[in-house]
């Protein structure tokens, strides 16, 4: 099973990224898919959820009306649209997947906002 994302990397404040994560080995649709944060010298942080279909989003209070999770099941990807990026969102970003029996993460992609 492998998670792996892209897309990360260096965005001036105000600007944009999307971010992929694409799963291998696992029936990517049995699995609710979750994007996570972590800050230098911080606690990992949930950022936001997707359902199996897509139907139902939820995010953090940090990122709501800033980010958009979605996914699309025919190439077993999950995205992260990062609009208006601050530098806060300097982060590693780690895509996750849960179902009621496995839980797997994906080895994070570095995000950095500064001018």
């Known amino acids: 099973v492998q998670l792996v994302e892209s897309g990360g990397g260096l965005v001036q404040p105000g600007g944009s990224l999307r971010l992929s994560c694409a799963a291998s080995?696992?029936?990517?649709?049995?699995?609710?898919m979750r994007w996570y944060r972590q800050a230098p010298g911080k606690e990992r942080e949930w950022v936001a959820t997707?359902?199996?279909?897509?139907?139902?989003?939820n995010y953090a209070d940090s990122v709501k009306g800033r980010f958009t999770i979605s996914r699309d099941n025919a190439k077993n990807t999950v995205y992260l649209q990062m609009n208006s990026l601050k530098p806060e969102d300097t982060a590693v970003y780690y895509c996750?997947?849960?179902?009621?029996?496995?839980?797997?993460w994906g080895q994070g992609t570095q995000v950095t906002v500064s001018s």
């Open positions: 997707i359902g199996n279909t897509g139907s139902n989003t």
């Open positions: 996750h997947a849960w179902s009621l029996d496995y839980i797997y």
């Open positions: 080995g696992v029936t990517f649709s049995s699995y609710v």
